[in-house]
């Protein structure tokens, strides 16, 4: 038992020194431009204003001796070990082997690796996921179930987004279940039970650390703020106020002509009128939320079309190393390494994103085409009963929950945050590979050792 622990725990190891490999080449882990907001809630333990505190102590609990190594080694780690348990469970090839050949081809045809290595939340969002997938259909041990629970915990917390993307994964699995797989049900009551209770206390999580540093039980700080930003760019809010600011005169009236067109603009520029006018975010937030409300009951239909344009834009925003730029000094990202990890400003200065060496294009192509190609072999396989009725039930699920996650991702960002940011669809772009993975490597797997001994047998011949 200890040999075989042993072996699991190198090939662990192995995958995490595979994984990390866009990281070594940089000489340094990869930052992007929020990166800088959660080293400094790191230290201050303080949420900002618009994201939860969790990745911050993430950061704080695994910067070991200061390093930030540290916390990307343990980012691939959790990667590594979640993998190697869902291929384990669900890959009906599985072996050490097909568990490699995975991790390499992923590591440089998809982007995995790149979030991995980032010090920022999106790792966590596909973590999230297999997580759930293995609570809901794996068959696992306590231990197990210990370690995936409170993964999907922190995966949950570390971003707003998450939680409501995997509740609403949840809902529509069982929706699903009901209507499509009720004699083949996976999903029994005993799991869902005991999986929305999991969910249920992973949605206190937040409110109660609010109320144990703010004495207030809430869960998102300035939800009026977030959500006008993001009326200000579809152009809704603008509409809104030319209606009505002649009969009701908000604050926010007085510049409504000079309001900037992009949501991150309206939030974080020091002449937006957010920053410079309305007397700080908190007094801003109570009028802006009664203006976001009155301006979606007034124009709902244009609220959802505007909602449903932006999620089918995102559904295939694949930018490939979005974020991963050179940081000067007076952005946040260069400030906090300088005033946290003096000790290591040296080496990320002079990091090959820091010179812009990092070039994504062939990447990017690359990866485009192999979702591309994977999403349509997914819906051939459900689509045509011939092949449907070959596929694993596990394997079923599996592809409905990506297909799931995809497109409940792209919705949700799509309804509530920018349109400017291509990460948040990225970062589930090698989830969509999975699936044709598990048909390609058993016969890569075969091709390899045929070559192999053919290449042992004419050494011995000659």
Request: one cysteine or more.
């Amino acid at each position: 038992m200890i040999k075989r622990n042993l072996i699991i725990l190198i090939q662990w190891l192995a995958a995490t020194f595979i994984l990390l490999h866009p990281a070594l080449w940089n000489r340094f882990p990869l930052v992007n431009s929020d990166t800088g907001t959660y080293l400094s809630m790191a230290y201050s333990r303080i949420a900002a204003a618009d994201r939860p505190v969790f990745y911050g102590l993430f950061i704080k609990c695994t910067a070991l001796y200061g390093s930030l190594w540290s916390v990307i080694i343990i980012q691939n780690l959790l990667l590594a070990i979640t993998l190697w348990c869902f291929l384990k469970k669900f890959f009906q090839d599985f072996s050490s082997f097909n568990y490699f050949l995975i991790i390499i081809i992923l590591s440089y045809t998809t982007s995995i690796s790149l979030f991995s290595c980032q010090i920022m939340t999106d790792v966590f969002t596909p973590l999230l996921i297999l997580s759930s997938f293995i609570l809901l259909f794996g068959e696992t041990s306590i231990p197990e179930k210990i370690f995936f629970s409170v993964l999907f915990m922190l995966s949950s917390v570390v971003h707003y987004s998450n939680l409501m993307l995997i509740f609403a994964i949840f809902i529509l699995l069982v929706l699903i279940q009901y209507f499509f797989f009720r004699k083949d049900a996976l999903l029994t009551l005993k799991v869902i039970t005991a999986f929305s209770v999991l969910l249920l206390l992973t949605c206190f999580i937040t409110p109660l650390r609010n109320y144990q540093k703010e004495g207030k039980f809430y869960y998102s700080h300035y939800n009026g703020i977030m959500l006008a930003g993001k009326l200000i760019e579809t152009g809704i809010f603008k509409t809104y106020l030319n209606e009505t600011c002649s009969t009701n005169h908000y604050a926010i009236c007085d510049y409504k002509d000079v309001l900037p067109s992009m949501h991150p603009s309206f939030l974080y520029n020091s002449d937006s009128p957010l920053n410079s006018s309305l007397g700080g975010w908190d007094k801003a937030d109570k009028e802006l939320s009664i203006v976001c409300k009155n301006a979606i009951i007034k124009h709902p239909l244009l609220f959802i079309t505007t909602s449903l344009e932006c999620s089918a834009s995102n559904l295939f925003r694949f930018n490939v190393g979005s974020g991963i730029n050179p940081y000067m000094p007076g952005t946040s990202v260069h400030d906090q390494i300088l005033y946290f990890y003096n000790d290591q400003f040296n080496r990320w200065s002079t990091s090959r994103q820091q010179f812009d060496q990092l070039n994504f294009d062939l990447l990017r192509i690359i990866q485009d085409i192999f979702i591309c190609f994977s999403l349509a072999f997914i819906l051939i396989l459900l689509l045509y009963k011939k092949f449907r009725e070959e596929i694993p039930l596990t394997t079923k699920y599996f592809f409905l929950t990506v297909l799931s996650a995809f497109i409940l991702n792209a919705l949700i960002t799509g309804t509530l945050a920018s349109a400017h940011d291509d990460r948040y669809q990225t970062r589930l772009a090698w989830l969509a590979c999975l699936p044709f993975l598990f048909y390609i490597v058993p016969i890569l797997e075969r091709k390899i050792f045929n070559w192999v001994k053919e290449l042992i047998k004419a050494g011995i011949s000659s």
